[in-house]
């Protein structure tokens, strides 16, 4: 199973608005809703930002929101802080396993 | 407190096993399943397999079929990943995951990490 497609880097200024995408298959995103984002920040454990495909955890801001189309993901992230500087990761399963995208970096200019 | 922690760093040589820890507090033990994902550096995280702390069930990821064995004390509350035959394309950070199986449908909880580093 190829891992998903993710830009590797993205950036915005304080404020902005920024969508991160993550590419996969018929087999995976475009099989099935259970697609979740997770963030981290150096050193530590990865945090759930969003989980099938549009829902967001408890605790986490009202700024994350995801969506889907077709075998495309997106994270969406709007009122860029700068605590948002992070890695994100989205994930999708497949049938059988899970396939992970290989992380985008943003940075809040 | 709701978490899970895992077992420190190990430096093996090739061919050489690991056995790395994840025990869990502050939850039901047997409510959730074990997932353990791991990242080298520079790539993204790599799915390597499950327990069901309830059924001991498990399953692993194709390329790991027959080199990891994952299992679990319910009496202690704590999963374990052993890797056989390591190479050095196993360096990673192994992550001990908390799946919610019955709302999420995700990772909701994870690890704070093991560093497993293989070299001669």
């Known amino acids: 199973q190829s891992a998903l497609t993710q830009p590797a880097s993205v950036s915005g200024s304080p404020g902005q608005s920024i969508t991160i995408s993550c590419t996969g298959t018929s087999s995976d995103i475009g099989g099935y809703n259970y697609v979740s984002w997770y963030q981290r920040h150096p050193g530590k454990a990865p945090k759930l930002m969003i989980y099938?495909?549009?829902n967001r955890p408890s605790g986490v801001s009202y700024r994350f929101s995801g969506s889907k189309s077709g075998n495309t993901a997106s994270l969406i992230i709007s009122g860029l802080q700068a605590e948002d500087e992070a890695d994100y990761y989205c994930?999708?399963?497949?049938?059988?396993?899970?396939?992970f995208g290989g992380g985008t970096k943003l940075t809040v200019l | 407190q709701v978490q899970l922690v895992q077992s420190g760093a190990e430096v093996r040589k090739p061919g050489a096993s690991v056995k790395v820890s994840c025990k869990a507090s502050?939850?039901?033990?047997?409510?959730?399943?074990i997932n353990w994902v791991r990242q080298a550096t520079g790539h993204g995280p790599e799915w390597v397999g499950w327990t069901s702390p309830n059924s001991g069930n498990t399953g692993y990821a194709q390329k790991f079929q027959g080199r990891v064995t994952i299992t679990r004390s319910t009496s202690i509350s704590t999963a374990y990943m052993e890797v056989n035959s390591l190479r050095s394309e196993d360096t990673a950070v192994y992550y001990c995951?908390?799946?919610?199986?019955?709302?999420?449908?995700?990772?909701?909880?994870w690890g704070q990490g093991t560093m497993v580093t293989v070299s001669s």
């Open positions: 502050g939850y039901t033990f047997t409510n959730y399943d």
């Open positions: 994930t999708s399963y497949t049938g059988s396993s899970w396939v």
């Open positions: 995951v908390r799946y919610d199986y019955t709302d999420k449908r995700a990772f909701d909880l």
């Open positions: 099938k495909v549009t």
